[in-house]
């Protein structure tokens, strides 16, 4: 039997297996533990309802009215714990260089230390799950293995749904695949006869990586992307540092086949940070005529350049972890038709039927609610019912729109990679980039709003690279530099396009201009449009760009271009969500220039870029 230690023969960070098998490292992370017991899970449907059926007995999730929610279950999370936590998010390479300007750096060595204190005896009196799952499809060309152990049933019943968990995963490790091992635990041992609370957790969280050896340690949350360790942990910060030494990328994107009138098909990935739209625009359902969207993935894609040098794409998820708030049948329909059964809902209102409630699913609330925090409410009660951050947790095959093909382990080839942000000011509804070193541009100084999906205060402009802030593993400046060079890998025909948009831009009386959700598939059809005129397929069989105009900050929709027809958008709303002021803009640049200068190390290709917008700006 062959096997090949997680992270080519690096040390483990934590623990130290006697052998490179799965079953030295259950072992060892048992021993430091000290579970009461160790189950094997196996992904079944079966193990699935028994951990759900036990947890509706031990009060950590209610069972909905089966009749109005089938299937379908709510988890409400200690107020403590409700989302992810940067500030306890670490990145740990031996060189501190390489975790860059923009994460929490710890030694591997201290940390392990750290870790070895917080986790012994973290599981006294609890059950210790050994999961191993499956990133993309089992064994695809694309995808990734690993074995996640969690103290925390919930955990394991969203591993089940986020990720293809199977015992097929420790076949796989036997012959030879490499692998993630990642360490949950909630941090709250049980003393004898201690009785268990609903959401157990810890104030003392670590959300912890080790690039080089490709491990992942948890501790003290329950949480989303702090506990689901296959999604941000692995899909993303892992695995984006797998893909600088491998060749490839690993993105906070969505994905999608888009259908035109003229039956050709497009994919495009998407990056726009936490609570910004990649879910509603996975799921898009087109107010445009004889176009149509299918849902590939809603988060994280991987892409790899394939022999034809196009860019291949596959979503290594299996299901969606959803913002439940604004999602609505006029916002989200496809979603709320996704969400009809076995979904596990966390931090959502309960009606009084049994039933799920969250601000923006229906335009009047309920008149009495249970919210979030188990509490009564009613519409003067003056806060939310569902918290901000509160999630969907389903599978992504029961959503109407998702491609027949979704789980094809070969991927879509991308034919544009979209960028976005939440900006109420200076960035136009659509730009596309001049070239590939300017769309990484765009990409690099992507800034945005703050949300309510991690820690921080709400509103507060801040940069966002790539949507990777808090996702990537390894120095985002080497991130942009390994943008460059996959766009130098790829065949020059086969690049894909790359275009930036905001959703989100305010008229001075603070509403949106753009009506957004549906009417994006606008926006869309534009891009497909500069695609066919690049391909040479435009109807007016014309390669030029008449569809576009140039500004200093990249391609925009000529008049008319872009698709307004039935729509109630006032001229002059339009010409808002176009315009770039060159001397707002002056300012954009100049914290540009400040924000590279703090990065250090920025690749000189994307400093030329700045220079030529300023250049642009002042011409
Ligand atoms: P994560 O799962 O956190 O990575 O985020 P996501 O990008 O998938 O977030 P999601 O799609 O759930 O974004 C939800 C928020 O974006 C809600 O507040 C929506 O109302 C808002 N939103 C999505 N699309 C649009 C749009 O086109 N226009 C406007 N104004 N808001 C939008
Ligand atoms: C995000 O915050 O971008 C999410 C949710 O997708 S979580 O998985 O909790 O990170
Ligand atoms: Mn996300």
Not at 309 to 329: K, Q, S
Not at 377 to 395: I, K, L, M, Q, Y
Not at 593 to 610: D, I, N
């Amino acid at each position: 039997m062959s096997i090949t230690l997680p992270a080519r023969g690096t040390a483990h960070a934590v623990v130290t297996p006697a052998d490179g098998t799965v079953e030295a490292w259950v072992a060892e992370v048992a021993a430091l533990t000290t579970p009461d017991q160790v189950v094997w899970c196996d992904g079944s449907a079966g193990e699935k309802q028994r951990l759900l059926d036990q947890m509706v007995e031990s009060g950590s999730l209610i069972k909905l009215n089966e009749d109005l929610r089938p299937g379908s279950y709510l988890a409400r999370s200690a107020p403590s714990d409700v989302a992810r936590v940067e500030s306890r998010t670490f990145i740990c390479p031996p060189d501190q260089a390489d975790a860059g300007p923009t994460n929490n750096w710890r030694d591997p060595e201290v940390m392990g230390e750290e870790l070895r204190a917080a986790f012994r005896g973290s599981m006294r009196g609890r059950t210790m799950y050994v999961v191993p799952f499956s990133m993309g499809p089992l064994g695809g060309p694309i995808s990734q293995v690993g074995v996640e152990i969690t103290d925390s049933p919930y955990v394991v019943v969203s591993m089940h749904v986020m990720t293809r968990v199977s015992r097929h995963v420790l076949d796989l490790i036997d012959d030879g695949a490499q692998w993630v091992p990642a360490v949950h635990s909630v941090g709250a041992p049980l003393a004898d006869d201690e009785q268990d609370v609903a959401w157990p957790c810890n104030d003392l969280k670590y959300i912890s990586h080790f690039p080089q050896s490709r491990e992942i340690w948890s501790y003290g949350s329950g949480y989303g992307g702090n506990a689901l360790l296959g999604k941000k942990c692995f899909a993303l910060r892992i695995a984006s540092a797998m893909g600088r030494d491998e060749g490839w990328l690993a993105e906070h994107m969505l994905l999608v086949r888009v259908t035109a009138p003229t039956g050709r098909r497009y994919h495009l990935a998407a990056a726009f940070p936490s609570a910004c739209g990649k879910t509603n625009l996975a799921m898009l359902r087109p107010t445009i005529p004889d176009w149509s969207v299918q849902t590939l993935g809603d988060d994280i894609v991987w892409m790899r350049p394939d022999e034809e040098g196009a860019l291949r794409a596959i979503n290594p998820e299996a299901g969606f972890f959803g913002v439940a708030p604004g999602t609505g049948v006029d916002t989200n329909p496809t979603a709320i038709a996704t969400l009809t059964h076995d979904v596990i809902f966390t931090n959502v209102a309960l009606t009084d039927d049994g039933d799920v409630w969250w601000e923006g699913l229906t335009p009047e609330p309920p008149a009495h609610l249970i919210d979030w925090t188990g509490a009564d409410w009613t519409p003067d009660s003056g806060r939310p019912a569902a918290h901000p951050n509160s999630r969907f947790t389903v599978a992504a095959a029961q959503c109407p729109t998702i491609a027949p093909d979704w789980d094809d382990p070969a991927g879509v080839p991308v034919d544009a990679l979209v960028f976005g942000g939440r900006r109420a000011t200076n960035v136009p509804l659509v730009t596309q980039a001049f070239s590939w070193d300017h769309g990484v541009f765009l990409g690099a100084t992507i800034s945005s709003e703050r949300t309510a999906a991690a820690e921080g205060v709400v509103g507060e402009l801040r940069r966002d690279p790539f949507a990777m802030m808090p996702f990537c593993g390894y120095a985002m400046p080497d991130h942009w530099a390994h943008w460059l060079h996959m766009g130098d890998v790829l065949a020059p025909h086969r690049r894909p396009a790359i275009f930036q948009v905001n959703w989100f831009r305010k008229g001075s009386d603070g509403r949106f201009l753009w009506p957004g959700f549906g009417e994006n598939s606008r926006v869309i059809a534009w891009m497909v449009d500069q695609l066919d005129r690049s391909r040479g397929l435009h109807p007016d069989g014309s390669g030029g760009d008449e569809g576009a105009t140039l500004s200093p900050v990249g391609l925009v929709p000529a008049p008319g271009a872009l698709d307004v027809d039935g729509l109630d958008l006032p001229e002059a709303d339009l010409a808002e969500l176009l315009a770039v002021d060159p001397h707002a803009w002056q300012a954009e640049a100049a914290l540009t220039a400040e924000f590279f200068h703090e990065m250090g190390g920025v690749p000189e290709r994307l400093t030329r870029q700045l220079t030529a917008l300023e250049d642009r700006l002042s011409e």
